[in-house]
């Protein structure tokens, strides 16, 4: 929802103008770009470790990608300087990006050989549905 709806709601509704919200939105796609590539890696360090953490991680750092991400909601977007608005799109971002790139694995290391392809199918199909049924409410 965020990376869908992001620039209209703070170019229409906010009134930063497109150009501005654009700016915002790509700063929170570069930096999920770049949680993608850190989650991983200290998602796959910790699955070494101690297996059960891992969703700790995951959990915790939606709790707290929120915090950056609804501050853009709710702060004046329009008061605020770009720089604090860019900074906490991209913070959000690269937090808000743990279970998009850990989850997948999880699912397959925690079922059964014989059962990893059916888990997998149902996540993307799950997800898929996800992405068409965020787009869709968000129109309402």
Request: proline share 4%; charged share 10%; hydrophobic share 50%.
């Amino acid at each position: 929802v965020m990376k869908a709806n992001m620039t209209d709601y703070l170019a229409q509704d906010v009134g930063l103008g497109v150009v501005k919200a654009t700016t915002v939105a790509t700063s929170f796609s570069v930096g999920y770009a770049v949680g993608v590539l850190l989650n991983s890696i200290v998602g796959q360090k910790l699955q070494n470790w101690k297996p059960s953490f891992v969703g700790l991680m995951i959990g915790s750092l939606q709790i707290v990608g929120l915090f950056p991400a609804v501050s853009i909601i709710y702060f004046d977007a329009a008061q605020l300087p770009m720089w604090i608005l860019r900074a906490m799109a991209c913070v959000g971002g690269c937090i808000l990006s743990a279970p998009g790139s850990i989850l997948p694995s999880v699912i397959i290391n925690a079922n059964k050989p014989s059962t990893r392809g059916s888990a997998a199918a149902a996540y993307n199909l799950l997800n898929d549905v996800g992405k068409v049924w965020g787009r869709s409410s968000a129109r309402f």
